[in-house]
C-alpha cells in the first residue's frame, strides 16, 4: 500500500477524513494548529476557525447532534476556555462521533503554562486516547469517532507536541463505509436540554457508561503488553513509550493507548508477571496515581521529572543505566537566542512608544508579548486570552484612579502620587477570541482604561491564520470584518476616544496614546500595519502571479 510521512497533525486530518468528518472547527494554536489548516484540503469536509475554543466546540456539538461526524482542535490551554461546553457535552452526548484534539505542550514550547489535559478526561468522565506515533495517530482518530458513537459520548484525543510535528510513516486506509452523513436534528428534550431535573439522570448514565468503557478497556488492542524482561518493566504511553523502547529495549512494556480509563485486568495481570515496573509519562503522575489507587506497587515521579519532556536519556540516568554514545544536543553548551519581534514588525513602534512613556501595560497572548523583553521591556502581565483588558481593570481599581465622575471608587484607597493609568495592549485575533466580553466590562462598570488593539490583520503567532478581522475564512473565501468603530459605539465609547492609526507612525501613536489617556474615559486605540512576514508572502505571490501572465 501507498506510504506517507506525515506529522502528528497531519495524520489527525487523514484519520478524521477516513473516519468520514464533515465538520471541523477548532480556534490556532501550537501545537494543533496544522490540523485544520490540513482538514480543509480535503473534499466534503466543511472547516473554520472559530473566534476561540468555547464556539468551536459548541458548534460542533450541534453537529454531532444532527448526525454528522464532528472533529475539535485546539492546544491545551484552549481546553480551558472550552471547559464549560465539554463538561455538559458529557452528559448529553453525541449522535455522530464528536472527537476533541487537545495538543499539549510539555516544556511550554510556545505556552504559557504547562497543564496536564489527561486530568479534563477523568474530570469531565469521558475516555482519552493517547498516540504514540502518526500511524497511531491517524488509527487512534478513527477509533476515537467509532467509540464516541458506540458510547454515546464525547472523546478526547490527546497529542503532545512531540507527537504533533515529527513525522513518521502512515499507511493510508479505507475511507469511512458507515451511514451518510445528513444533518438532521431530531428532538431529545430530556437528553439535550440539560436543566437539573434531567441532567440527575444524565448523570446517572454518565457513570454506567463510564463502567462500560473501564471493562471493556481491557478488550481494546491499542492497550498492549510487550513481554521480554520479567525484572523490570515499563507502564508507559504516547512518545514516552518510544523513549522507553530506546531507553530499555529489553525492558517489558505495557503500552496505553487508552489513558482514561485505564485498562485494570490488563494492568493487574501485567504487574504479576514483571518484579519491579515504573511508570513513564511526562508532566503530573497521572498514570501513577491511579495504578496506586488499584493497590499495585510502583514507582514514578520519584525518579522521572513532573516538568518538562522526557527523553531517552532522561529515563536511563535515574535507573542508573547506561547512557547513550554521544551527548545529546541539549547537552551542547548553546548561547542564549532569546526571541525577537521582527524587524519592520508593525508592533514595534507601539512598544517603543509605551516604554518611553512609563505606564503599567497589561499584556495578552500573541508573538507581540515579546514586548515584556529587551529593548522593549515595556509589557508588565501576561496571564491568558484577553487577560490584559479585564487586568487593566483591576489595576484602575486596586490604584484608586478615579472613575469618570471623578469620584473616588468605593474602597476608600488614595491615589498614589505620580500614578500612571494602565494601558491593555492585546492582537488582532486575541480581541475577538476573548477580549469582547472585557470590554463590555469596562463599558459597563464605568472604567477609564486605554486599550491597545495591535491589528496586524492575521493570527500570526500560530502561523498567519485568517481571523474575524482579516476579512477571510480558512478557505481564502471574503467575510464580514469587524467595524472598530461601530463596536466601540456600541458598547457606549465617545466616537472621538476610537482612533485608528498606521502602525508605522510613530508620531501619531504617541499623540494618540496620550490624548486618549488624558480623557479619564473608556478609550480604543487601534494600531493598524500588516504583519511583515504576511506582507511578503503576498508580495512573491503578487509577483509570481504577474511573472506567469506575463509568460
Known sequence: MEKLLLSGNEAVALGAFEAGVKVGTGYPGTPSTEILENLTRYPGVYTEWSVNEKVALEVAIGAALSGV?????????GLNVAADPLFTASYIGVKAGLVIVSADDPDMHSSQNEQDNRNYAAAAKVPMLEPSDSQEVKDFTRLAFDLSERYDTPVLLRSTTRISHSKSVVIPGKAYRGREAVGNFQR????????????????VEVERRMERVTQDADEL??????????????????????????AFPEASVLKLGMVYPLPEKVIGEFFQKVEKVYVVEELDPFLEFRIKAMGLTVEGKRYFPITGE??????????????????????????PRPPQLCPGCPHRTVFQTLSKLGHTVTGDIGC????????????????????????????EIATGIEIATGVEIATGIEIAEGVKKPIAVLGDST???AGLPGLL???????????????????????MQPNPLSGERINGQPA???????????????????????????????????????QNTLSLLVVQGLCVILRRRRQRKEKANSEKIGM
Open 221 to 246: 488492542d491499542i492497550n498492549r503488553v510487550e513481554l521480554r524482561d520479567r525484572v523490570l518493566g515499563f507502564v508507559t504511553a504516547g512518545v514516552c513509550y518510544t523513549y522507553v523502547r530506546e
Open 310 to 335: 522526557l527523553s531517552p536519556d532522561r529515563i536511563r540516568r535515574p535507573l542508573g543505566a547506561v547512557q547513550s554514545q554521544g551527548r545529546m544536543m541539549s547537552e551542547f553548551p548553546l548561547p
Open 441 to 463: 466590562n469596562a463599558a459597563y462598570n464605568g472604567r477609564n482604561s486605554l486599550i491597545i488593539v495591535l491589528d496586524n490583520g492575521t493570527t500570526a503567532m500560530t502561523g
Open 368 to 395: 507581540y508579548t515579546l514586548g515584556a523583553l529587551p529593548p522593549f521591556t515595556s509589557i508588565d502581565t501576561c496571564v491568558d486570552m484577553g487577560a490584559s483588558i479585564t487586568i487593566a481593570q483591576g489595576i
Open 431 to 433: 480581541f475577538t477570541h
Open 69 to 77: 461526524r464532528s472533529l475539535v482542535t485546539m492546544k491545551h490551554v
Open 188 to 203: 431529545n428534550i430530556q437528553k439535550y436540554v440539560m436543566i437539573p431535573s434531567y441532567a440527575r439522570m444524565r448523570h
Open 480 to 518: 464580514v470584518s469587524l467595524d472598530y468603530v461601530k463596536l466601540g459605539e456600541a458598547v457606549g465609547i465617545e466616537r472621538e476616544n476610537v482612533r485608528i492609526v498606521d502602525a508605522y507612525k510613530p508620531k501619531e501613536i504617541e499623540k494618540a496614546i496620550t490624548e486618549l489617556i488624558a
